[in-house]
T-cell receptor, first 113, second 111 residues
Framework: ELKVEQNPLFLSMQEGKNYTIYCNYS?????LYWYRQDPGKSLESLFV?????AVKQEGRLMASLDTKARLSTLHITAAVHDLSATYFC?????????????FGKGTHLIIQP | NAGVTQTPKFRILKIGQSMTLQCTQD?????MYWYRQDPGMGLKLIYY???????DKGEVPNGYNVSRSTTEDFPLRLELAAPSQTSVYFC??????????FGQGTRLTVV
């Protein structure tokens, strides 16, 4: 059974600090997705990582993928309050790309002034 | 640009009742999905479709049914609602190997 594990599941941090969220998965997938969810809202795509060594950056967020280690990281630089949200990583459920995603439980991030 | 539209947004059902959650996308995506989200548990795949007329079970299909008669529409049917089906339901669509776009969700309570 495919497992996707995120840690930490809960993170409270101060504005201006840096931190990393980790996503480990148990399959040999070359693709990994990061989503953001605000309370009571839908999911918004952040990054699509399609190969080993992929690195993508958007503002204060940077995501990377190491398929050999089956690990993705989401790094937050100089956090600001607006980044408070729940962040999910997900991988292809069966590796084929068309069969849906398996999600981690999410990392609930609170950024305090 | 509507994207993925779900209706209704909220619904309260009594045990044993049935209902259909509607989902429509206007992005011409081949792939469509239904997920449920329970607190602290991430999202679980219920059913998915790779094109009109083709559907398949996901991780948690029991108690649900789907159909895909057109590219745009992918309704989810709940038969004989049970308290365990209280959840937030998300419909999503995508092309292959791209990010999925999610609807706004349907918050369902079964009492």
């Amino acid at each position: 059974e495919l497992k996707v594990e995120q840690n930490p599941l809960f993170l409270s941090m101060q504005e201006g600090k840096n931190y990393t969220i980790y996503c480990n998965y148990s399959t040999t997938s070359d693709r990994l997705y990061w989503y953001r969810q605000d309370p009571g809202k839908s999911l918004e795509s952040l990054f699509v990582l399609l190969s080993n060594g992929a690195v993508k950056q958007e503002g204060r967020l940077m995501a990377s993928l190491d398929t050999k280690a089956r690990l993705s990281t989401l790094h937050i630089t100089a956090a600001v309050h607006d980044l408070s949200a729940t962040y999910f990583c997900a991988v292809d459920r069966r590796g084929g790309g068309a069969d849906g995603l398996t999600f981690g439980k999410g990392t609930h991030l609170i950024i305090q002034p | 640009n509507a994207g993925v539209t779900q209706t209704p947004k909220f619904r309260i059902l009594k045990i044993g009742q049935s209902m259909t959650l509607q989902c429509t996308q206007d992005m011409n995506h081949n792939y469509m999905y239904w997920y449920r989200q329970d607190p602290g548990m991430g999202l679980k795949l219920i059913y998915y479709s790779v094109g009109a007329g083709i559907t398949d079970k996901g991780e948690v299909p029991n108690g649900y049914n789907v159909s895909r008669s057109t590219t745009e529409d992918f309704p989810l049917r709940l038969e004989l609602a049970a308290p365990s089906q209280t959840s937030v339901y998300f419909c999503a669509s995508s092309f292959l190997y791209t990010e999925a776009f999610f609807g706004q969700g349907t918050r369902l309570t079964v009492v």
